[in-house]
């Protein structure tokens, strides 16, 4: 497989979940923007080509931001879903990407993401047709009633968190990605949408410190964890 992969960085919600009037990606963590730290780690990455950031339509913060000058960075303009948004990226990427070329996505609100493990989930998951990091449910796993009380405890085996990057091969995933939206089937990663064409993506464990920043709580810990980095290059 090629040693360089592109990766789409959807990052064109407009998701206000933790308040205020800034998409999360926009909101400050550790005296930058959000998405300013991811752009920054992948680009950071020895085994990633280019960014294809996916942003939303009429986005007017992005062009403020600071975006790594290390690899090309190319934006497109996403849509209503984040497999919209996806699917607009893979279509975007330069032509000398193959239709067999293996692409990453990750998402811009995931900044914590560690080298290492993009690393194995390269290697691995480029063994076989694709796959994802993730970390298998440690919880236990309860299914609530309309009234928010627990009616029954589900199984956890075998149950795994899905996160990002997610890595599939650029035709098959733009295909399955199609296939979805034909069926009316709004995806929320991309690996369900290779499940949905037979595939059986490789979920690649990872630390579980690469979070989705989407709460008040979130945007703290990342704060944390970003220190962190920082400071000792822990998460490296
Ligand atoms: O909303 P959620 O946390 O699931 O979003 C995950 C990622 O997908 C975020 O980086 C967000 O900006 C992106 N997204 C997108 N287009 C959308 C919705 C979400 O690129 N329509």
């Known amino acids: 497989m090629?040693?360089?992969?592109?990766?789409?960085?959807?990052?064109?919600?407009?998701?206000?979940?933790?308040?205020?009037?800034l998409p999360k990606q926009y909101l400050p963590v550790a005296g930058r923007p959000l998405i300013e730290h991811t752009l920054e780690r992948l680009a950071a990455h020895p085994s990633i080509a280019g960014l294809m950031v996916v942003v939303a339509e009429g986005d007017d913060i992005w062009p403020?931001?600071?975006?790594?000058?290390?690899?090309?960075?190319?934006?497109?303009?996403?849509?209503?879903?984040?497999?919209?948004?996806?699917l607009a990226g893979l279509h975007?990427?330069?032509?000398?990407?193959?239709?067999?070329?293996?692409?990453?996505?990750?998402?811009?609100?995931?900044?914590?993401?560690?080298?290492?493990?993009?690393?194995?989930l390269i290697e691995r998951a480029g063994a076989m047709d694709g796959g994802l990091l993730g970390a298998p449910l440690r919880d236990t796993l309860k299914r609530a009633d309309e009234r928010q009380c627990s009616?029954?405890?589900?199984?956890?085996?075998?149950?795994?968190?899905?996160?990002?990057?997610?890595?599939?091969?650029?035709?098959q995933l733009v295909a399955a990605l199609r296939a979805a939206a034909a069926a009316g089937v709004t995806v929320s990663d991309e690996a369900m949408a290779m499940e949905r064409m037979g595939f059986a993506p490789l979920l690649v464990e990872g630390a579980e410190d690469n979070i989705k920043v989407t709460t008040?709580?979130?945007?703290?810990?990342?704060?944390?964890?970003?220190?962190?980095?920082?400071?000792k290059d822990a998460l490296a």
């Open 2 to 21: 090629a040693a360089r992969l592109w990766c789409v960085v959807p990052a064109a919600g407009r998701g206000t979940r933790v308040g205020g009037p």
């Open 216 to 231: 008040a709580t979130d945007f703290a810990l990342a704060e944390f964890l970003l220190d962190r980095i920082h400071s």
């Open 151 to 171: 009616q029954a405890t589900e199984p956890r085996d075998r149950r795994w968190r899905a996160f990002t990057p997610q890595m599939f091969r650029r035709e």
């Open 92 to 120: 975007a990427l330069p032509d000398d990407v193959g239709d067999e070329d293996f692409v990453l996505v990750h998402d811009a609100a995931r900044p914590c993401v560690r080298a290492a493990d993009i690393a194995n």
């Open 64 to 86: 403020t931001l600071a975006v790594p000058t290390a690899k090309p960075v190319l934006i497109a303009v996403g849509g209503a879903e984040r497999c919209d948004s996806v």
